[in-house]
Nanobody
């Protein structure tokens, strides 16, 4: 059973930075795509950024130029570097990993941007 464990969330002031990590229990090479989603209470979960097995990335418009997704296959980990954070980035962030047959989700990590 694949497990995804997120870390790196927290409270930061506007303009600050955070780096989220998502560690997989096995090799990330089995996943065709890995990504980060976020969800606020009462809202739909939205894709923030994704990275394919061959390194192609995709970002939602609101984070382009501020967030960077990357993966370290040797460490079975995906990262989300978040810079120039804004209050509207406040959400629970979830790691997602997709194979050809199923999706896996992490437990979520809270990111709060506030002065």
């Amino acid at each position: 059973q694949v497990q995804l464990v997120e870390s790196g969330g927290g409270l930061v002031q506007p303009g600050g930075s955070l780096r989220l990590s998502c560690a997989a229990s096995g090799s990330v090479l089995i996943f065709t795509v890995m990504g980060w989603y976020r969800q606020a209470p009462g809202k739909q979960r939205e894709l923030v950024a994704s990275i394919t097995k061959d390194g192609r990335t995709n970002y939602v418009d609101s984070v382009k130029g501020r967030f960077t997704i990357s993966r370290d296959n040797a460490k079975n980990t995906v990262y989300l570097q978040m810079n120039s954070l804004k209050p509207e980035d406040t959400d629970v962030y979830y790691c997602n990993a997709r194979t050809v047959v199923t999706d896996y989700w992490g437990q979520g990590t809270q990111v709060t941007i506030s002065s």
